[in-house]
């Protein structure tokens, strides 16, 4: 019983931290003075995106994230994936939307790497040239097997974040680690509890996001309490939190095995 009082009064104080933290922080753009709230908030590019046509030859997948518009933006964030292939001038995106009507997967919503309603995104992963190009393939068939396309839950979950975790798990050769607050990357439904984590290197186990475990080579050990993650990550030493999402080394993938150049 003791012990159990101590690991809850050490989530309890892990939490104030990490909220703490994005609070003084603020990954949230200044958008109270934009006219029209969100629909005026910027969304030009961010300039991180290698230039599709000074790269043309060259095959290029990219994962980015950035905080969620609004408060929740101090708790969340929003991931997509974008990618071309060599001899393609122009790049395609593919995020999951929850405003709007069918089909929540959609393409080229915006910009390749436009800011996320006035917050600059980062990138998770990158991979160029060899081998770039079956990844596309694998990326594309798991777009079009994702199993939550008509349906949308901020919170536990199926979200954006449930999408790109679902790609994780079916294209492992991303090596895609979402942070601790991408909130919905754990969400399972309760007939399949047990599975692939995120990366797709690791296992997982989890109830509708809401509670669960996960271990595995990109995002160590991590635990899941009411969509609140808290872990330990070992490949790039590293705390989990929930809120401001890792507190150590970056973990981001980038992978180039083609001719060195810069953007």
Known sequence: MNRLSTSLRVLVVLLLLSV?????NDPRPALPGVEG???????????IAPDPARFAGTAIVQVYAAATYGWRGYFAVHPWIIYKRAGETAYTRYDV???????????NYALPDGLWFGAVPRVLVEHRGEGVEAMIEQIEAAVTSYPHADAYRSYPGPNSNTFLAHIGREVPALRLDLPANAIGKDYRPLERPLGLSSSGSGLQFSLLGLFGLSVG????LELNLLGL?????LNSPALRLPAIGRVGLDDAVVSDSGPAALR
């Not at 703490?20 to 003084?24: K, P, T």
């Not at 405003?99 to 997967?105: A, I």
């Not at 080579?217 to 160590?220: F, K, R």
């Not at 993650?229 to 990550?233: P, Q």
């Open 229 to 233: 993650n808290f872990g330990v990550d």
């Open 20 to 24: 703490g933290l994005s609070l003084a």
């Open 37 to 47: 709230g969100w629909r005026g908030a910027a969304r030009h590019s961010a300039g």
């Open 217 to 220: 080579l990109e995002e160590g």
């Open 97 to 107: 939307i929850g405003w709007g009507r069918g089909n929540v997967v959609r393409r």
